[in-house]
């Protein structure tokens, strides 16, 4: 259990670092959670933290951020390091956050964005060098574009001992139903079937699947390969005999959405595989395998929300929704990140993370390797350095209230 913070204890400041804040971006829901607070089990939690700095790397005509630091008073600094350091020479504040999403950047040859995340995280590490401390470090979805860039991240934190969370809101957000795979479980395979695209939401459907795959009996061991492909393809290799389970739990999981096509209001026929073939066709899919022969499957579909269904191995199926209710105007609050942000100010404050990093570390390279495997002409990438083991914590970290 994360240690208690006493109430006598002086207010702890952290720098926040982010690509860009408009409307709707990661920027915009993290920043206002910090500085104003959020709603959570029916009452206002007010801010556990204070923002001491603020650093926004671009401004464009959308923009909120300027009008976010001058409505909450924060000072913004012009460089990552001078956030850390308050314009000084030292590490001057208790924690980092780090928004590497949204914004104009460049993309490699396999169309991924190449967000500065694993750069900045390069900047905070080298000031924790310079300054003798390192303090708690939290980054937004995955690590990096490049696998040895993911481990090295990894690597400082364990060598220079600092509490490194990241990842997304899928694994703590509220589930429909209120539901968590006991640890030791006998899980068989996971699905997910969400939506959203390649390098973007597949780390979404890939953390929705993987915080369930991780409570397995004998705990995570790392994957070997995937194998991604789209559309005809992806549904003529789910058609091969071994991949019955998998088509039982693509079809589990799709009658757990809300947002399924419909015909003037309602389904054009029963869900089934048949069903999902014409209805979903444009449909892009990873198919995992994990070194101890468990299966994960992803499929992105369009459908709007975030589904998940497993097989244990006495032949239940089991699953849920992550709610995720995606924000459709500037009347909506996105209020799946209150949940993310009470984790995140629960490690600033404590010094402790909840969940082991290799969670984050492991999904990464599964985006990586659905990446690859796209480039190359969908057929399987092998990953041999991605026998990544761990086993999570005991306690789960999803908000079961409301």
């Known amino acids: 259990m994360p240690k208690l913070v006493r109430a006598d204890e002086p207010r702890k400041r952290i720098a926040f670092i982010g690509t860009e804040v408009h409307l709707h971006s990661h920027a915009q829901h993290f920043l206002d959670r910090f500085s104003m607070g959020y709603s ?31 409505r909450y008073g924060h000072q913004l600094y012009s460089s990552v390091t001078e956030a850390l350091t308050l314009g000084g020479s030292e590490l001057a504040v208790d924690g980092v956050v780090i928004i590497g999403e949204h914004g104009k950047f ?12 694993y750069s900045w995280f390069k900047e905070v590490v080298k000031v924790f060098e310079t300054s003798g401390r390192a303090v708690p470090v939290f980054n937004d ?75 397995r009996q004998g705990g995570e061991v790392g994957i070997r390969s995937v194998h991604a492909a789209r559309n005809e393809k992806l549904f003529e290799l789910l058609e091969q005999p071994e991949r019955q389970v998998t088509r039982e739990l693509f079809v589990s999981a799709l009658c757990r959405s809300h947002n399924l096509p419909v015909d003037t209001g309602y389904t054009s026929a029963p869900v089934t595989y048949e069903w999902a073939k014409q ?37 239940q199926t089991v ?24 984790h995140v100010e629960q490690m600033m404050l404590t010094g402790q993370t909840r969940y ?46 409301g």
């Open 106 to 117: 460049p993309k490699n040859d396999r169309g991924q964005t190449l967000y500065p995340r």
């Open 279 to 315: 209805n979903l066709p444009e449909t892009t899919g990873y198919l995992i395998e994990h070194v101890d022969g468990f299966h994960t499957a992803i499929f992105m579909t369009g459908i709007r929300d975030f589904n998940y269904s497993g097989r244990l191995s006495n032949g």
């Open 141 to 215: 979805k995955h690590l990096s574009t490049d696998w040895q860039e993911c481990r090295e991240m990894v690597d400082d934190s364990r060598r220079l001992k600092f509490p490194f969370y990241a990842g997304s809101s899928l694994p703590v957000t509220w589930r429909l139903p209120s539901y968590e795979l006991p640890m030791g479980t006998p899980l068989k395979e996971s699905v997910c079937v969400a939506y959203g695209g390649v390098d973007s939401y597949d780390f979404h459907a890939l953390e929705t699947a993987q915080c369930m795959s991780e409570r």
């Open 40 to 70: 959570m089990g029916g009452r206002w939690r007010a801010p556990a933290l204070d923002v001491a700095s603020v650093y926004i790397d671009q401004f464009h005509e959308q923009d909120l951020g300027r009008q976010r630091v001058e």
């Open 319 to 342: 699953g849920c929704q992550m709610y995720l209710p995606m924000p459709g105007s500037s009347a909506t609050t996105a209020d799946f990140f209150n949940p993310l942000t009470y």
């Open 356 to 401: 082991p990093i290799e969670r984050t570390l492991l999904t990464s390279g599964m985006v990586i390797g659905g990446v690859e495997s796209l480039f190359n002409d969908e057929r399987p990438f092998a990953t041999p350095d991605m026998n990544i083991a761990y086993t999570p914590a005991e306690e789960s970290m999803f908000w079961p209230e």
